[in-house]
């Protein structure tokens, strides 16, 4: 669908302090909600995050582009459906992968449902983009995400 090549730069949130970590929320243009599936608790941690993110936004639920991930999936899966479908309904996230670190398994499926989340909902069409700039780029290549 789109013929452009885009970088994505991944963050783990733990990585910041909490005096920048709502700077760095504020300049990412995507989010990939990472829980395990081995432990419920993972999961509800996420809800925590996921305000965060809004109020250090300052918009409305299901205005940033964001991917909910349920890693090791090689593991016996202990959350269930629901407590998944009721985090992704409060917070309008549409997109769901189960993946596996240790295996590889939809990994890079994961990387690209959020870039084309990003593609989607933040960068201009190239055609718009061309017209404004007579063919030179005009938008940023790089997009990073948390």
Do not use: W
């Amino acid at each position: 669908m789109y013929d452009r090549e885009i970088t994505l730069e991944l963050y783990d949130s733990y990585d910041f302090g909490y005096s920048s970590r709502e700077d760095t929320i504020r300049k990412q243009k995507g989010f990939v909600l990472v829980f395990d599936l081995h432990d419920p608790n993972s999961l509800k941690q996420l809800y925590a995050t996921v305000e965060e993110i809004y109020h250090a936004k300052n918009v409305e639920y299901g205005t940033v582009p964001m991917i909910l991930v349920g890693n090791k999936a090689d593991l016996e899966k202990t959350v269930e459906d629901q407590s998944i479908e009721k985090l992704m309904n409060q917070f309008h996230i549409s997109c769901y992968i189960e993946t596996s670190a240790k295996t590889g398994k939809n990994v890079q499926e994961m990387a690209q449902r959020i870039a084309k989340l990003l593609v989607e909902r933040t960068i201009v069409p190239k055609e718009f983009c061309e017209k404004l700039s007579n063919g030179k780029p005009l938008i940023e290549k790089k997009c990073d995400i948390m």
